[in-house]
């Protein structure tokens, strides 16, 4: 099993900047990719941004490729979420996920294994 739990999250103005972090504990050599996934009020869980293990390829959603940066740290086996120019489109509970299989793609939530708990990001206009 793997355990991940998210932080950072929080209030900020438009424009602003926060960061996330999502420590991963447990069988982590199991993972191939970790993901972030977000779910505004009313609307379904969207993929943000994602990451290989090793750290080697990132991936992105067109709507946030030009402000978020995901990265990690090896020796605290934590990976970064580092959203710049926020905007109230990005309100809502952001989620990091842990997939474990050779499955193609990064996109879907349903290729991932393991999610944490969320943490809140809100942005006010």
């Known amino acids: 099993q793997v355990q991940l739990v998210e932080s950072g999250g929080g209030l900020v103005q438009a424009g602003g900047s926060l960061r996330l972090s999502c420590a991963a504990s447990?069988?982590?050599?199991?993972?191939?990719?970790l993901g972030w996934f977000r779910q505004a009020p009313g609307k379904e869980r969207e993929f943000v941004a994602a990451?290989?293990?090793?750290?080697?390829?990132?991936y992105y959603a067109d709507s946030v490729r030009d402000r978020f940066t995901v990265s990690r740290d090896n020796a605290k086996n934590t990976v970064y979420l580092q959203m710049n120019s926020l905007e109230p489109e990005d309100t809502a509970v952001y989620y990091c996920?842990?997939?474990?299989?050779?499955?193609?793609?990064?996109?879907?939530?349903?290729?991932?294994?393991?999610w944490g708990q969320g943490t809140q990001v809100t942005v006010s206009s």
């Open positions: 996920a842990g997939k474990s299989g050779l499955r193609v793609g990064v996109a879907s939530e349903v290729l991932y294994d393991y």
């Open positions: 990451i290989s293990w090793s750290g080697s390829r990132t």
């Open positions: 447990g069988r982590t050599l199991s993972l191939y990719v």
